[in-house]
Structures are given as structure tokens and as C-alpha cells.
């Protein structure tokens, strides 16, 4: 069975990364794509591990070294369990796939068995991201004994197991409980996005309980966060026991716990696994249809309410793109009832929120824009939309208005407590409302252009088009950097702030027309 495992969780990660399609294609410009995509992929992974150290160094150079392990274990765990939440559903529990696999001769424990594998290695390779800085600066400065080294390995191995066993019952619970409901999609998004939510507003809460900094408390906070991390998640706490202290009760406690819920969810799973996914996949239908006044539309109405189906459809887009929206009225909401004065005063930095405020909700629009696979998602349906009566400007207006519909009502609520909570002045109320706006418009026609330039039809699974294809890495790297350096000029620029907002909205408005227009004389993709 070892072997089976292995092919097909080697197949899963060449399809899932698209190894075999550059292998084997003969498009060139397909494996320009990928180039492209595998170098931002790289300056992303770079970013990530200059973040991390720093951090690392920063906690190492306050002398509290011991935290680096525990602290790390704990987000990468959160980490995994968030990302994992959001595809567990349809990786491990892909009804299609599975029939095919299954007439073949391999057996229903290494089919199981190798998704879960594929799943392990990829958020796997999140926590080492994650983790391998920290290990390198704990060592640097504490210069620990070989026990050290031996469980911070074995326990960056261990890490993934109890997030992924976690997000996987999540994931069934959140399929089954959604499974025969009429829009199912929409509901098990909302849910998906309860549990996300519920789960990082909780880690900021346990991480952030704490209001007041001071003095006593700085010289005390070495055992603050490692209460406040024994709160949120023991396994943390064992490993940094096995790794700072040398325990190995502790280290046997963190095996016992993550590779006895993993083996033992496996276990129960591929017994039951055929009749799990024909439960989850069922549909339910009544033969009560009656006809009615049909409605006439125009174009662009029509391919708009095309594109709402479609989106609503997928529980894995609708999850993924809408959790920065609502991450946005949180923010906002929690500006308005903690107050800037209090959240100034943590940061010691006086004024940084009216300053920072319009470029950190244009942040929160660059996480994960629509359109940056609305042209994937259709798929093998593609030709369909090729071959009806309208233009290419049609189209591109369709798939740039219903992406910005969707988010207005999240960004009116968002501005609305934002500009109630800090007072601002007339212009700085106009700053607030008008650089996120014209980020959104930004981020659409720029996640739609690289899209339409590199679009991806041929897909088994469509959270590979929304976490994994090149136009979303892309689109992704491409907004976080353009938001990120004028909220970095604002923060460090005191008084010139307005002068980067009127920079930062003529190179966006300049941007936004510019790509619209060589969208639409362009020919490609028509």
C-alpha cells in the first residue's frame, strides 16, 4: 500500500502545483507564465522569512529567546488550521476524482490516505516557512544542546497533524451540515467564514487581552505570552517544553495528541469514506418548477447576474475572497468601539492611525481580489461564453462591476465606522473614502487583466484556481506592494501624508484607465 500512497500523492502534488503541465507542455508562453509566477512566488517566500526573523531577533534581542519556539508552533498552527479550513472539503473529500480512482487497482485506504498526504506536505511546507527562522535565531543566540535541534525538527514534522485532523472535521461538518440545502454554496461560505473568523479574532483576543503596557508588565511579559499561548493552544506549550527545556514527557504528550487524533480520524474516515462523499455531495430536488413571466435583461445585466451564479456556486471562492472584506468591517468596528487613542497609545506611536487609516483598508482590499480568477473559474465553459452575441467589452465590464457590487456594501460599513471613529477632517475623510475606492477599482482591473493574460481552463479542483494559480499569486504580491509602500511612507513620514495620498490616487486613477483601455482594445481572449 506504501507505494500506492506515494504515486498517488506524488500525481496530487505535480497536478496541484502544475509540475506535469510544464513538464509536458509545448507552449511557451505557458512556461513564461510559470516563471513568472515562481519567481514571485519567491520574493512572497523571501518577504515571509525577513518578516519572521525580524520578528524572531526583536524577541531574541528584549532577552526573551525562550518565547521563539512556543510563539511560532502556535501561528503556524493557526496558520494551517485557517488555510486548511478553507479547501479541506473539497481536497479530501472530492467525490469525482474519487470514483475514478477507485475502479483502479489501489485501495480505498491509500486513496485517503495520499490525499491527506498531499494536504500535509503543502502546510507543511507553510510551517517550516514559518518556523525554520526561528528555530536558526533561538540557536544563534541561546546556542542550545542537540536535544534542541533534534525536537524543533521533529516537531515542525509533527505541527501540521493536529490543525489538518481539526480542519478536516470542520470541513466534513460544514459540507454535511450544508449538503442538502438549496444554496448550499452560499451557506457553507458563511460558515467557513464564521469559523476562520471565530478563530483568529480569538487568537487576537488571547494574544491582545492585556491593554495596558507597562512597565511591570514589560518586565514580566517573558511569562505573559506564555500563559497567553498555554491558553490558546497547549501543543505549543509541550513543544516548547520539549524543545527549550529538554522534556521528553512533554515531546511524548505533543506525539500522543497530534499523531493519535490524525491516525485515529484517518482510521475512521477510509472506512467510511464512500458512503461520507456520496453524503456530502448529495443534491436534493422538486419537481415543483412552474413557468413564469420570463424577464428581459440587458447585456451587461445579464453577464453580471452570470457572474453572481457562478460566484455564489463556489463555496471555496466565496470563502477565500470574502474574508478580507469582512476582516475589514471588523477592523473598522473595532476601531469604533476600542477608540484610536487607546490602539495609538499600545503602539506609542501618536496620530499613526488618521495617517496609516486609508492605505491599511486598501491593504485589507489587495488581500484577495475577485477578478483575479473570474476568467479561470469558468473553466471548460469558457467556450460557452466565447460564442454568445456580445463584445469583449461586455464581458470585461461584467466580470470588473460585479466584484466591486459585491464589496460596496462591506467598504459603505467599513468607511462608516472608520470615519465615526477617528473624527477626521474634511479632507482626511475624503483621503479615507477615496484611496481604499480607488484601490478596489485598482486590484479589479488589474487582477482581470493578468487573468485574461494568463487564464488556467483545464482544473479538476477550483481551490487550486483561487489559492494556487499564477494571475491570484500574482495579482496577490502585486497589491500587497502597492499598498504596502505608501502605508510604510505614512507611518514613517510625518506631515507629508497627504502629499503621498494625492501621488498614490493620480498613479491609481492613471493605472486604472490605462489597464482598462489596453483591456479592451486588446484581442486576446476573444
Known amino acids: 500500500m506504501g507505494k500506492q500512497i506515494r504515486k498517488l500523492s ?15 507542455t509545448k507552449d511557451k508562453s505557458k512556461k513564461k507564465r510559470y516563471g513568472g509566477v515562481a519567481v514571485a512566488a519567491a520574493v512572497l517566500i523571501l518577504m515571509a522569512l525577513f518578516y519572521v526573523t525580524m520578528m524572531c531577533f526583536g524577541l531574541a534581542g528584549m532577552g526573551m529567546a525562550q ?13 494551517v488550521l485557517i488555510f486548511s479550513i478553507f479547501k479541506a472539503g473539497s481536497v479530501i473529500f472530492q467525490k469525482n476524482s474519487y470514483e475514478m480512482l477507485v475502479s483502479l ?27 525554520l527562522p526561528g528555530v536558526l535565531v533561538y540557536a544563534i543566540f541561546v546556542r542550545p544542546g542537540i536535544s534542541f535541534y533534534l525536537y524543533s525538527i521533529l516537531g515542525i ?20 451540515l450544508t449538503a442538502r440545502m438549496k444554496h448550499k454554496s452560499i451557506v457553507s461560505a458563511v460558515v467557513s467564514l464564521l469559523c476562520c473568523l471565530a478563530i483568529v479574532l480569538g487568537s487576537l483576543f488571547l494574544s491582545g487581552s492585556s491593554t495596558q503596557m507597562s512597565e511591570a508588565m514589560m518586565r514580566n511579559l517573558a511569562e505573559t505570552m506564555d500563559r497567553k499561548i498555554s491558553q490558546m493552544y497547549y501543543p505549543a506549550t509541550w513543544y516548547t517544553k520539549a524543545a527549550v527545556s529538554g522534556s521528553f514527557v512533554d515531546f511524548l504528550l505533543l506525539v500522543a495528541v497530534s499523531v493519535g487524533l490524525f491516525v485515529l480520524f484517518i482510521a475512521v474516515l477510509q472506512k467510511n469514506f464512500l458512503s461520507i462523499c456520496t453524503a456530502l455531495n448529495a443534491t436534493s430536488a422538486k419537481n415543483d418548477y412552474k413557468m413564469q ?8 445585466s445579464a453577464l453580471c447576474k452570470k457572474e453572481a451564479k457562478r460566484y455564489f456556486a463556489s463555496s471555496a471562492y466565496v470563502t477565500n475572497t470574502m474574508f478580507s472584506p469582512v476582516f475589514m468591517v471588523i477592523l473598522a468596528l473595532a476601531l469604533f468601539f476600542v477608540g484610536p487613542q487607546k490602539v495609538e497609545s499600545l503602539m506609542q ?47 470585461v465590464n461584467a466580470k470588473l462591476l460585479f466584484p466591486v457590487l459585491l464589496v460596496l456594501p462591506f467598504y459603505v460599513v467599513a468607511e462608516f465606522f472608520t ?27 488589474l487582477g482581470l487583466a493578468i487573468n485574461f493574460a494568463m487564464p488556467v481552463f483545464e482544473w479538476e479542483n477550483e481551490v487550486r484556481i483561487v489559492k494556487n494559480s499564477a494571475s491570484v499569486t500574482i495579482t496577490l504580491f502585486a497589491g500587497m506592494f502597492a499598498a504596502g509602500i505608501p502605508l510604510i511612507m505614512s507611518i514613517m513620514m510625518k506631515g ?6 494625492v501621488v498614490t490616487a493620480l498613479i491609481l486613477v492613471v493605472a486604472v484607465v490605462g489597464i482598462y483601455v489596453a483591456q479592451i482594445c486588446s484581442r486576446k481572449g476573444r
Not at 67 to 79: E, M, N, Q, R, T
Not at 161 to 167: E, F, H, Q, R, S
Not at 293 to 300: F, G
Not at 496 to 501: A, G, K, N, V
Open 10 to 24: 506524488l500525481v496530487q502534488l505535480r497536478n496541484l502545483f502544475g509540475f506535469n503541465e510544464i513538464r509536458y
Open 67 to 79: 518565547l521563539i519556539p512556543g510563539y511560532l508552533f502556535a501561528i503556524s498552527s493557526v496558520a
Open 105 to 131: 487497482p489501489v485501495s480505498n485506504a491509500a486513496i485517503v490516505i495520499s490525499r491527506f498526504v498531499t494536504m500535509y506536505v503543502t502546510n507543511l511546507l507553510l510551517g517550516m516557512l514559518i518556523m
Open 157 to 176: 514534522a509533527l505541527m501540521p497533524l493536529l490543525p489538518l485532523t481539526i480542519a478536516t472535521a470542520l470541513g466534513a461538518g460544514v459540507t454535511a
Open 293 to 300: 413571466k420570463l424577464a428581459r435583461s440587458s447585456k451587461l
Open 349 to 395: 506611536m501618536p496620530g499613526v492611525i488618521m495617517r496609516a487609516m486609508p492605505f491599511v483598508l486598501a491593504a485589507m482590499m489587495a488581500m484577495m481580489p475577485i477578478s483575479a480568477c473570474s476568467v479561470s473559474m469558468e473553466g471548460k465553459e469558457w467556450w460557452r461564453l466565447m460564442t454568445l452575441p456580445v463584445r469583449k467589452k461586455d464581458i
Open 419 to 445: 470615519i465615526l471613529a477617528l473624527k477626521p477632517s474634511v479632507m482626511e475623510a475624503v483621503w479615507i473614502l477615496v484611496i481604499p475606492a480607488l484601490y478596489l477599482l485598482f486590484l479589479d482591473v
Open 496 to 501: 507629508s501624508e497627504e502629499l503621498i495620498c
